[in-house]
């Protein structure tokens, strides 16, 4: 069991946010600490690790004093708990039920939900409307069970903006 938390650096200032309820807010080339069910989300959005914590909860840095909402943490690595480690071959995914933080998403919304993530990772402008929304050509080229159409694609897009499954500076002008 191990801590799989980083200290990570992103090009620009953003924050991301996921359904789980953390949200990491990265300032331009300053380290941030990342906990480790954040880590795969920051390096979709070009955060890169600069030290990998892995051996036990005690190397993990406590978090700053200040937080710009004005609450004061303190924590000390003896707070964190330890977890089982859970690979993804662990993770069944012929599951009848939404994966655990996912579920307001059907199966079939997860699935297109996970192509639109890889897409938006891509960042490739050929799949995008103008708006920033995706491609139902390009979600359908990477979906191998079903197809959608605008009305679905628009369905789960709502959904991910709702949920803050969508950076809020997704494509902004």
């Keep these: 069991m191990k801590v799989k938390s980083a200290m990570m650096k992103a090009p620009g200032t953003f924050t991301v946010s996921s359904n789980t309820g953390h949200t990491i807010r990265f300032e331009a080339g300053k380290e941030t600490f990342v906990p ?3 880590v795969r ?13 892995s051996d036990t909860a005690q190397d993990v840095p406590a ?11 303190a924590r000390r690595a003896a707070d964190l708990e330890m977890v089982e480690e859970v690979t993804l071959a662990d993770v069944s995914t012929d599951k009848n039920e939404p994966e655990p933080g996912e579920a307001h ?3 079939k919304e997860n699935k297109v939900r996970v192509v ?16 920033g929304v995706p491609k139902a050509a390009a979600i359908n080229k990477e979906l191998q069970d079903f ?25 902004a002008d």
């Excluded at 978090?63 to 943490?73: D, E, L, Q």
Aim: glycine share 8%; aromatic share 10%; net charge negative.
């Design 105 to 107: 998403y059907t199966p």
């Design 41 to 53: 989300a920051c390096k979709q959005y070009g955060a890169v690790e600069t030290k990998r914590f």
């Design 116 to 131: 639109i993530n890889n897409l938006m990772a891509v960042a490739d402008e050929d799949n995008f409307t103008d708006d």
């Design 36 to 38: 480790g069910v954040m």
């Design 63 to 73: 978090p700053a004093a200040k937080v710009r909402s004005g609450i004061h943490v």
């Design 147 to 171: 197809t959608v159409n605008a009305e679905t694609r628009n369905e789960v897009w709502g959904k991910m903006k709702r949920h803050g499954d969508v950076p809020e500076d997704w494509y």
